[in-house]
């Protein structure tokens, strides 16, 4: 079964479209689907991943994202890369009274995306049209 991978440009569009449509979508998999719809007008070929639609809709100025997550059960290990958008992650710090530092977490640079020391895991996302 062949299948072509569109542009970003395309990609973008179609979002656009999607979320012009629909205001709201609190699903990956559901936006993935009507994205892929949307893009079956022009190719019916055309496929894309949840991740990249992930990455991209987390991005698009014109989206607005909300993240739920779970704590994981263990401390995770920060290796500097956001488990959304795959953006760095930027320390949170706070000054103790003796002077030192701590860390209390982390937030990335460029999605909502935050987490304690106890690493959050991503379960859920809700889309909304951020008309600016």
């Not at 699903?27 to 079956?40: A, D, G, Q």
């Amino acid at each position: 079964m062949p299948y072509s991978i569109p542009e970003k440009d395309e990609i973008r569009d179609a979002l656009e479209q999607v979320m012009k449509r629909n205001k709201g979508i609190n699903s990956l998999n559901k936006l993935r689907r009507l994205v892929i719809k949307e893009l079956h007008i022009k190719d019916p070929d055309y496929t894309v991943s949840r991740a990249r639609i992930r990455k991209m809709a987390v991005r698009a100025p014109f989206i607005k994202t909300k993240i739920e997550a779970r704590r994981a059960d263990k401390k995770g290990k920060f290796k500097g890369r956001c488990p959304v958008c795959d953006g760095k992650l930027d320390v949170t710090k706070n000054e103790t009274i003796y002077g030192g530092s701590v860390t209390l977490g982390y937030n990335c640079t460029q999605c909502p995306y935050w987490t304690t020391m106890k690493k959050r895991v991503p379960t859920r996302y809700r889309f909304e049209y951020d008309k600016k």
